[in-house]
């Protein structure tokens, strides 16, 4: 916005008339790093994502901790490219200093094709664990939305190639908006895409029953503890000490001092989390605060 107050989409010889050839060029040497920020730091989030929810399968955390390495390290070497693509850097906004700059097509063009790559790994990536899952139809409706963003996504990241290649060669590089336009729409879309699976909650909160109570992600269930001291009486409930939502499932302690596991797995997306629980004696009269002993 603010390089369009000083003339960017006007022709360059109409620049300095309606705004400021010098300052136009500046924020568009800053927008153009601003702009591989965003865009690889959507892709980091989104990686990280990924681990969170598959950290247990062991050739899914490698591949995810080898594409956070080389995304990580790109965005450094094409954003330190991108602020010292001429020399002197000042040249970058001043063209008529001596001096010189970087041949922007290829450079363009690689941090495209490196976009596109990386976005249709990110896009592929989950699908085949996806497809494994047993979870409700609500849920697998509320995906669709998400890669099917992403798929647009990636499809706007191979549009915008060409006019951003013509823009590399314009000579009238403030008027010559196309590549400008589709930029804007794909980090801007990435962005709202990397959100989306967290709106589930939201939406799981607001409508239950539409979406379904197995597609919290982040509420556990609460642990229910059992004393079967006597043969042949019924069960007795004591609390965690910890409260509700301590943890998932329920465990029952026999009176033969036997534990009896007793898992209750919630829906949707789930993983293994290993913890250690330990029982002591109590009499039947005491309270119930003191009935477990669970670490």
């Given at each position: 916005?603010?390089?369009v107050q000083n003339g960017y989409g006007h022709h360059l010889e109409a620049v300095p008339i309606v705004g400021n050839t010098r300052t136009v060029f500046l924020l568009y040497w800053l927008v153009q790093q601003v702009y591989k920020i965003s865009l690889h730091l959507v892709k980091i989030s989104l990686v990280l994502f990924y681990f969170r929810l598959f950290n247990t399968i062991r050739w899914f955390k490698w591949v995810s901790m080898t594409l956070l390495v080389v995304i990580a390290s790109y965005t450094l070497i094409s954003v330190f490219l991108g602020f010292f693509q001429c020399a002197p850097v000042s040249k970058a906004w001043i063209r008529t200093q001596p001096g010189k700059c970087i041949d922007l097509t290829p450079f363009w063009t690689s941090n495209a094709s490196f976009s596109i790559s990386t976005d249709l790994i990110l896009l592929l990536?989950?699908?085949p664990l996806l497809l494994k899952l047993r979870i409700p139809l609500g849920q697998k409706l509320g995906l669709i939305p998400v890669?099917?963003?992403g798929a647009f996504v990636t499809a706007i990241s191979i549009v915008r190639l060409a006019p951003l290649r013509r823009a590399a060669d314009s000579d009238d590089i403030t008027f010559d908006l196309e590549g400008t336009m589709w930029t804007i729409l794909e980090v801007n879309l990435a962005s709202i895409c990397a959100s989306l699976p967290w709106t589930w909650v939201l939406l799981t909160q607001l409508f239950p029953g539409t979406f379904g109570r197995g597609s919290k992600m982040s509420t556990p269930r609460s642990v229910e503890v059992y004393d079967r001291s006597k043969a042949g009486t019924p069960w007795s409930r004591a609390e965690s000490k910890y409260g509700a939502g301590a943890?998932?499932?329920?465990?029952?302690?026999g009176s033969n001092g036997s534990n009896d596991a007793i898992v209750t797995p919630p829906r949707g997306i789930q993983k293994t989390v290993d913890?250690?629980?330990?029982?002591?004696?109590y009499k039947s009269d005491s309270p119930v605060s003191d009935r477990s002993n669970m670490v």
């Open positions: 916005m603010f390089m990536l989950p699908i890669f099917g963003l943890y998932m499932g329920k465990y029952a302690v913890y250690t629980v330990e029982f002591s004696r």
